[in-house]
């Protein structure tokens, strides 16, 4: 059973969902605790029958999900203890400091962040270990996601662009005519298919460099799904 990611926009709102196709007789449309969104097909049906059956269910999906956001976990403060969760990728990990190293490190280990500093290491110290550990990481998976995201035959003859990291208020990402992409670090805790949607973006800049109607036309041939993955990227991240 193969899965496709789509999405559909309604009034403000935009709509992304996994479509499955089986052997079934009509659609159906299934909305989890975790907000995601899973529509079920024939495997005759055209694309364009499908989404018309999620326009026709957004109000209901729209208010399925807002239901179902008052039992999410609220992320508390952070003050980068054991047993706190941090995101990365898109999935949760506990967080197991160890206070008895003399250097500095963090691993991913099963289901835990395990973090090494020295015994006096306070609140700040912490945070700034497991920043620098994702921004490593973030530029490691960048650099090997660029060249995926440079194969398209829309992109190819764009250079590949030199990356560096920085907080951004209000981006994600950018990208100057020079060749240098920077990103926000945050969008690691997020998917890889969000980092591919924020890469890929930024690699139209290169061809586009406003949002003009032609950016979102180059944006939407190189990756259909766009819209959809810009929606988890903001959700998880919110």
């Known amino acids: 059973m193969n899965a496709q990611s789509h999405s559909v926009s309604w009034g403000s709102s935009v709509i992304g969902f996994v479509l499955q196709r089986s052997d079934r007789r009509r659609v159906a449309i299934e909305v989890s605790p975790d907000l995601s969104v899973v529509v079920r097909a024939p495997a005759a049906a055209g694309i364009g029958p499908v989404l018309a059956a999620v326009r026709k269910k957004a109000r209901w999906i729209l208010r399925q999900q807002k239901y179902f956001e008052q039992f999410l976990p609220r992320t508390p403060e952070r003050v980068f203890r054991s047993g706190e969760t941090h995101l990365y990728l898109g999935r949760r990990y506990r967080l197991k400091v160890h206070q008895m190293a003399d250097t500095s490190a963090v691993k991913l280990s099963g289901g835990y962040i395990h973090l090494w ?122």
Not at 141 to 156: E, I
Not at 159 to 176: D, E, G, M, N
Not at 208 to 215: A, G, I, L
Not at 229 to 238: S, T
């Open 117 to 238: 500093c020295r015994r006096d290491a306070n609140q700040k110290a912490r945070k700034l270990i497991l920043d620098s550990w994702y921004a490593v990481a973030i530029v490691r998976l960048s650099q090997a996601t660029l060249s995926d995201c440079l194969r398209h035959k829309l992109l190819r003859k764009i250079s590949v662009p030199t990356i560096a990291i920085r907080k951004l208020k209000k981006r994600w990402a950018s990208f100057t005519k020079q060749g240098r992409l920077t990103l926000n670090p945050d969008v690691i805790r997020a998917p890889r298919r969000c980092l591919e949607y924020v890469l890929t973006h930024e690699l139209c800049h290169a061809i586009v460099p406003s949002h003009s109607p032609q950016f979102f036309k180059l944006l939407t041939r190189v990756m259909p799904d766009w819209r959809s993955r810009k929606h988890d990227l903001e959700r998880i991240l919110a």
